[in-house]
């Protein structure tokens, strides 16, 4: 019998069958223990077909993080054509990815190992290719917001940093903050601290530390971020709510 040939998007959706149980894999035993055989004993399809598509768990986990840079990008792509000051859009970016690590808690957790050398190092040049072209379009969302604020007069950059070092501890003070509150059960001081709320203050303490205007006595951010996110993400609200989860930012 004549193997029947898969068209292109039979392919990519066979594949994401693979990512997706992968990604249920990692849920329940977490990334340290997924091999390639727990992948294969895990989908309706023979060894020779998931090797086809991946050629080593580490391939699979570089494809599990393109898979969650894509869902990124979407997101912040979204909130940044959002009809608002760049300040403000720049923090439903923010408050996006908390969405994204709520409603995708493994590819949170995890896509930092498919960014370790060992990861990159046993990876196909296509796949390496293809998060290559992601990273840069999640930067170049970032990179668009900042240029916004730039051209309107409501940011002067430091003298001493660029574009990309203000991106980058944007980045890691929001990923510093979702990652230590995630559980929502960390304590300070006995008073419990609400994620969302912790990250809209740490955003206003670094953009009026940057003197990005609107500063924060000029503007009711709240208002304007509960209604960007409504605006925006509404499936995503309606998603979290169904999971008994909703954001408070009072």
Known sequence: MTPRILDEHSLKAREQDIIDATIALIEKHGVENITMDKVVAAVPYSKGTVYKHFIGKEDLFLAIGNHAATILSDLFSRAAQHQGCARERMMLK???YLLYAILHPSLFKTVQCSKSPNVYGKSSEKRIREQDLL??????????????????????????????????NI??????????????????????????????????LIFDGLRWQPLTEEKDYKQALELGLKTVFPGELALMKSMGRELNFR
């Open 94 to 96: 923010n408050i996006a």
């Open 171 to 204: 980045w890691a003070a929001n990923y510093g903050t979702i990652e230590l509150l995630y559980s929502e059960s960390d304590m300070c001081g006995g008073i419990p601290m609400v994620i969302e709320r912790e990250l809209f203050n740490q955003n206003n």
């Open 135 to 168: 990273e840069q379009k999640l930067m170049g969302t970032i990179f668009g917001i900042i240029e916004d604020a730039q051209a309107s007069n409501q940011l002067v950059l430091p003298a001493h940093m660029s574009i990309m070092q203000v991106c980058f």
